[in-house]
Nanobody, 127 residues
Framework: QVQLVESGGGLAQPGGSLRLSCAAS????????MSWARQAPGKGLEWVSA????????YYTDSVKGRFTISRDNAKNTVYLQMNSLKPEDTARYYC????????????????????WGQGTQVTVSS
């Protein structure tokens, strides 16, 4: 069965960095685009970043452009989110999502494009 396990969250100071990992199993990892989304307390889900199955195309929401980098290692069945220059507003629970196909197009933030997600990892940015 499909499993997505996030890790790497924690407490960081403003301006600091964290790298999130999502270990995937139960499907042919390279055949599916993957995404990261986050949810802050009392707020809705916000799509953060996405990457194609072959890693050639990535998308970012405006608020993280230039600070976050998504990548994947298909040999390790893992997708990463490198988060630099963290801000308090980045505080949220971060979830890894598996899409329904290898590409997702410019509408990558549409929830219906995804069919599995993990339990999430908490990121708190505070001094």
């Amino acid at each position: 069965q499909v499993q997505l396990v996030e890790s790497g969250g924690g407490l960081a100071q403003p301006g600091g960095s964290l790298r999130l990992s999502c270990a995937a199993s139960g499907f042919t990892f390279s055949g599916y685009a993957m995404s990261w989304a986050r949810q802050a307390p009392g707020k809705g889900l916000e799509w953060v970043s996405a990457i194609y199955g072959d890693g050639t195309v990535a998308y970012y929401t405006d608020s993280v452009k230039g600070r976050f980098t998504i990548s994947r290692d298909n040999a390790k069945n893992t997708v990463y989110l490198q988060m630099n220059s963290l801000k308090p507003e980045d505080t949220a629970r971060y979830y890894c999502y598996k899409s329904k196909g290898p590409t997702i197009g410019s509408m990558w933030y549409v929830t219906d494009l995804y069919n599995y997600w993990g339990q999430g990892t908490q990121v708190t940015v505070s001094s």
